[in-house]
């Protein structure tokens, strides 16, 4: 067993039974706070969400669907969340950013006929298949027409809060209760399924919070990261949540001490951008006690010091639930943390053998109790058993372990990329490119940041006799990817580096990194944002 508290009994895991019983036993106490916006306690939050619940179910939602959550962070993010947990139904939530092919394959996969999404997004599925989606409920005064699909005024999204049906069987710590997409490392998005256990056990995870805390995300809730934020608070005895819509560097010590904010996690971006901001002597006068930065690097010990904040780290995938975690004592560059018990690890190679002592390997890990990771793939059983092949799931991501048993990061195996805090899938970026129809060939690899993360840099073969002109290509893509997938650096060569099947050497590709011919989109004065949406 894990030494841990039994996630298998429901009272611990089950997400209904969570809230009802913090509603029941601390009526009062605050639950989740929304900068600028309400802040509910535990009572207040049930009654919404039974109240959501006897809405979607007059919509026709019953246990085990799946529906699709599009929106950002804020109070109908976490209403629909918990609303579709009340039911026994299954919480598909979708990255706002996504556009074109990347949305039309989740959406495809989730096999939903429901949709609650916020009304700015809806024109982005008017030329896509939209494959069962049958009806969309839009948040929000705007409402595009999109022929064949039925859209619903967001006022009947709620009902009488007593008219919430109780589910038809008795929920199980083993149901899905959410799938989040991955970035699609290898190939298209997979569909992540999450059961109650899995996720308790990995919020569980997170050992830099306890009872009493109040923990401040601004990660989105198609994230577990921001799911898991939420998570906390129902799990943990007098916790409580501050959820805001985003994440902005000015706006973080406001919300920290205006709120009482005692924990949070940052990407490690977010940390850099808040050490960037000048000293003030108020940089100790806070409530803030502890942070968890992932990746670890120089920056933790740094921020440690300069804000008098215990600094913790981990190691975590969607489809995890929190297998290494360190913390608060120093630990080297790229440490991702100890294994933390009832687990077993391994590094391997390419053919699922040991590697020696001091050789880098993929981290590949499977667990003592049934439940506490991922089930599967979506929809996906060639995926699934891939990854979960020989009996271990298998990271894709390598590493090595230390003299002290402290596993450290080394080098994704896989071709994703990480920008902003975003997972980016080279595939499908690379497939957004050979749309365009002057391209032949096109390789996505990763380009050192100045923030620590990765750039996205794109290297192109053209077709014969085709000329390209780089912003015409980020103008071309622009509404088939999400802001952050879109290329910095644009390259064009004669032909790629390959192995004896014909495979492109990636890996060469990245050492040689931005040439002198390459283009550079902020040197070029071509500025990318993300769409600002209004959370209702």
């Given at each position: ?328 004592e120093p630990l080297p560059p790229g440490a991702c943390g100890y294994p933390r018990p009832g687990l077993e690890l391994r590094l391997v190679d390419e053919h699922d053998m040991p590697v020696a002592d001091d050789a880098p390997g993929e981290l590949v890990l499977r667990m003592d109790d049934p439940w506490t990771i991922s089930h599967g793939y979506l929809n996906d059983p060639a995926a699934t058993a891939r990854t979960w092949r020989n009996g271990w799931f298998h990271t894709g991501d390598l590493f090595r372990r230390d003299e002290r048993g402290v596993y450290c990061f080394v080098d994704r195996a896989k071709d994703a990329l990480r920008r902003r805090g975003e997972n980016i899938s080279s595939f499908e970026v690379e497939s957004a490119i050979a749309l365009h129809p002057a391209i032949a060939e096109a390789a996505v690899v990763a380009a050192p940041g100045p923030d ?85």
């Amino acid at each position: 067993m894990t030494g841990e508290p039994d996630t298998g009994q429901n009272d611990i895991c089950v997400i209904r039974d969570l809230l009802a019983a913090r509603a029941r036993e601390t009526p009062d106490r605050t639950a989740i706070v929304f900068p600028g916006g309400p802040e509910w306690s535990f009572a207040e939050l049930e009654q919404r969400v039974r109240a959501r619940a006897a809405g979607l179910s007059a919509l026709g939602v019953k246990q085990d669907d799946y529906v699709l959550s599009w929106l950002p962070n804020g109070p109908h993010a976490v209403l629909t969340f918990l609303a579709l947990n009340w039911l026994g139904a299954v919480y598909v939530p979708l990255n706002i950013a996504y556009r074109g092919g990347v949305l039309a394959h989740a959406v495809a996969t989730s096999g939903a006929t429901l949709m609650i999404a916020h009304g700015a997004l809806i024109d982005r599925l008017a030329d896509l298949d939209r494959a069962a989606l049958a009806r969309i409920a839009v948040i929000g005064d705007e409402r595009p027409a999109l022929p064949g699909v039925d859209l619903i005024g967001q006022e009947s999204l709620d009902g009488p809060a007593d008219a919430a049906p109780d589910p038809a069987r008795p929920l199980a710590p083993h149901d899905t209760h959410m799938v989040i997409f991955t970035s699609g490392t290898t190939g298209p998005s997979k569909g992540v399924l999450c059961s109650y256990r899995h996720s308790a056990t990995a919020a569980r995870g997170f050992r830099n919070i306890g009872a009493g805390d109040r923990n401040f995300t601004a990660l989105p809730m198609h994230h577990v990261g921001g799911v898991y934020g939420l998570l906390w608070a129902l799990l943990h005895p007098d916790a409580s949540v501050v959820m805001a819509e985003s994440f902005r560097t000015p706006e973080f010590w406001d919300i920290v001490n205006r709120h009482g904010v005692t924990t949070t996690g940052l990407l490690g971006a977010m940390a850099r951008f808040l050490l960037s901001q000048p000293p003030s002597p108020a940089d100790q006068e806070h409530s803030l006690r502890s942070v968890l930065i992932a990746p670890y690097d120089e920056i933790a010990p740094a921020f440690s010091k300069r804000f008098g904040v215990d600094v913790f780290t981990e190691f975590n995938m969607t489809e995890l639930s929190v297998p290494l975690f360190a913390g608060p004592e120093p630990l080297p560059p790229g440490a991702c943390g100890y294994p933390r018990p009832g687990l077993e690890l391994r590094l391997v190679d390419e053919h699922d053998m040991p590697v020696a002592d001091d050789a880098p390997g993929e981290l590949v890990l499977r667990m003592d109790d049934p439940w506490t990771i991922s089930h599967g793939y979506l929809n996906d059983p060639a995926a699934t058993a891939r990854t979960w092949r020989n009996g271990w799931f298998h990271t894709g991501d390598l590493f090595r372990r230390d003299e002290r048993g402290v596993y450290c990061f080394v080098d994704r195996a896989k071709d994703a990329l990480r920008r902003r805090g975003e997972n980016i899938s080279s595939f499908e970026v690379e497939s957004a490119i050979a749309l365009h129809p002057a391209i032949a060939e096109a390789a996505v690899v990763a380009a050192p940041g100045p923030d620590g993360e990765d750039e996205v840099l794109a290297v192109l073969i053209l077709k014969y006799g085709a000329e390209l002109d780089p912003a015409a290509l980020l103008a071309f893509l622009r509404p088939r990817l999400a802001h952050f997938m879109l290329p910095r650096y644009v390259r064009v060569v004669s032909e790629f580096p390959r192995t004896p099947t014909h495979k492109i050497e990636k890996h060469r590709l990245r050492s040689e990194g931005v040439t002198a011919d390459t283009w550079d989109r902020e040197a070029a004065g071509v500025a990318v944002r993300r769409e600002k949406l209004e959370a209702r």
